[in-house]
């Protein structure tokens, strides 16, 4: 793995899995199911175990399917991190552009919110929506970093927050975007 830190000091940009980081709090990139899929998600899933599809289900039973935008909490099971906090990006072309970036933005805001509210202090992301989801990657880069940033902002008690890129491309545009101010 690789790291900067970026210009606003809480934002670290990593190259790597996000299966493999310590933070309290990872970020899946799931689907409304929350039954597991390809992608992150399934790497979240072989990475943390049985015990995460376990929790995802009963939160199932209890509030049904997780919408776009929304996020739950969960056991990071034998991974590094404390809870995993799956959010539902938004399908590309499913919606309007601008409803689109609205939802993509609501799913950085709303586990960060979800984070506080269960005393998590360091949250990783990987980059929602950009892989089987469609979402334009720099699109993508600059909703979620503008989210992250104003959310920032606002709270006082995250202290740590992780862009995870695995592949390349995602890794330039948000060193372009953080590192480079561009
Ligand atoms: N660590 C960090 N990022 C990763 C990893 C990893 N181990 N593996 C892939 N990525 P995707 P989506 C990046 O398709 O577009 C699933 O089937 C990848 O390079 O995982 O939100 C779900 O169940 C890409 O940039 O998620 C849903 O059905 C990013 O993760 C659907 O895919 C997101 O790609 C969600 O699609």
Known sequence: ???????????????????????????????????????????????????ILE???????????CPAGQAVITTAGKMPSRKVIHTVGPIWGQQN???SDRLLADCYRNSLLLAVKNGMKSVAFPNISTGVYGFPKERAARVATEAVKAFLA???SIEHVYFVCFDEENYRIYEALLVNNQ
């Open 154 to 156: 606002e709270d006082t």
């Open 1 to 51: 793995m690789s790291s900067y830190l970026c210009g606003m000091e809480k934002i670290k940009l990593i190259r790597g899995d996000i299966t493999k980081m310590e933070a309290d709090a990872v970020v899946n990139a799931a689907n409304s199911s929350l039954m597991g899929g390809g992608g992150v998600d399934g790497a979240i899933h072989r990475a943390g175990g049985p015990e």
């Open 55 to 65: 929790e995802c289900r009963q939160i199932r039973a209890e509030c049904g399917k």
């Open 97 to 99: 552009e601008t409803e």
